[in-house]
């Protein structure tokens, strides 16, 4: 095998003169990356209504909570790109890609759960992130069978979709932002059907103009009763199948447009197109 080394023919160097001289290796490079982000909530979905309160002036539903799970946005970006930046080595770079789980205490609604989430065990909290703090790398020298491979992919969706009804069965998306729907309709509920109806009881629907969410790619995280960080039970490996799950759909492009055009649509054939082809979880680390 041949050395990679400034001795190559097309390896262009710098070199910083003086005491402690030092030597770049500017390539050119073919560098490879692949970062991935998620922020997450978790939402409620209640069991059937048990009691109400209704008078002349207002009704209120009353109904326990069946289970919770989650919602998430992903922005995910994938890139081959031919690069001239300095390295103190001319040889292969390879770092895989690594996460940090981000909890907060509070949901979106400001309720805070105790006790506190623990990162570190693998408690996700009712919100929070999961960044990449190391980027998926792979740094060689560029060969002449690489041109023409530089590509860049990125993507931002969620496995939910906001919409309001227009007319019949036609419907639009409504880009409401994730960690402030809960707080623009805190009397709103997720009824089985995951449909979201805000500030809607059982037996209604939305009327038109009424925004409400679907959730995309089905349930995730289930936690069944009312939701406390004790019942967190799975732990860090868990974190490392859910980011597994992500990462595919990310392949797959099974994420819904964020911010589409406000276009009529029908309700479960529309805007699910956002996604990386080129993401592999293969280079992920847990």
């Known amino acids: 095998m041949t050395s990679q080394n400034a001795a190559i023919t097309g390896v262009s160097t710098t070199t910083t003169p003086g005491q402690g001289a030092s030597t770049l290796y500017h390539g050119p490079w073919r560098h490879e990356k692949q970062t991935l982000s998620v922020q997450y909530v978790r939402v409620p979905e209640v069991s059937n209504q048990t009691s109400h309160v209704l008078n002349l002036s207002a009704y209120t539903p009353s109904a326990p909570i069946g289970k919770s799970n989650m919602l998430w946005i992903v922005n995910a970006d994938y890139q081959i790109m031919k690069t001239t930046l300095g390295y103190s080595a001319s040889t292969p770079f390879v770092q895989p890609q690594t996460f940090s789980l981000q909890p907060v205490s509070a949901g979106p609604e400001g309720t805070a759960y105790y006790p506190l989430p623990n990162a ?12 990449t703090t190391s980027a998926f790398e792979d740094r060689r020298l560029w060969q002449t069978s690489d041109d023409g491979t530089e590509v860049h992919q990125t993507c931002e969706g969620g496995n939910f979709a906001f919409y ?11 880009n409401w932002p994730l960690l402030q729907y809960w707080t623009q309709y805190e009397a709103g509920y997720i009824w089985p059907g995951e449909k979201y109806i805000p500030r ?3 037996g209604f629907y939305a009327n038109t103009g009424d925004p409400f969410l679907h959730k995309r790619l089905g349930s995730y995280y289930n936690i069944y009763g009312p939701y406390t960080t004790e019942k967190e039970i799975y732990g860090m490996v868990f974190v490392g199948q859910m980011l597994d799950i992500i990462g595919n759909h990310v392949k797959a492009s099974n994420y819904t447009t964020l911010n589409p055009a406000n276009s009529a649509k029908n309700l479960h054939n529309s805007d699910i197109s956002e996604g990386c082809s080129l993401y592999n979880i293969a280079r992920h680390q847990y």
């Open 200 to 202: 809607k009881h059982a």
């Open 164 to 174: 309001t009804l227009v007319s019949g069965t036609n419907y639009q998306n409504y």
């Open 120 to 131: 570190a065990s693998g408690h996700w909290g009712p919100a929070g992130q999961i960044i």
